[in-house]
């Protein structure tokens, strides 16, 4: 099954390559010409006003508080976690206890 397969040696295709002894002006092809290049404008790529100022704040405060509000609901749910299990072993200890 995982063999490789090859086929007969009669049918596999026989691959002929002629190479240049010589150098021959016939086979020569020029490189196409250089392409030039656009001019770069003198202006800024990325415009800036006091309303896309305003949006950029507005977005990094908003960002902000949404991963914040995240990370304590996260760190919340440890602490509530952590001391449910507090209690369970509490519970569990006395119960062996007083047996």
Known sequence: MFTPKYPPQD?????????PTAYNPAHYVPAPAPV???PVPNRPAVQ???GSVLALVAGGSAAVLVVGAV???ML???????ASVAVCAVVIRSI????
């Open 11 to 19: 049918t596999a295709p026989i691959h002929t390559t002629t190479t």
């Open 96 to 99: 062996l206890k007083s047996r």
């Open 36 to 38: 030039p290049f656009a």
């Open 71 to 73: 990370l304590v609901s």
């Open 76 to 82: 919340l749910a440890v602490a509530i976690t952590a």
């Open 48 to 50: 800036i006003t006091p």
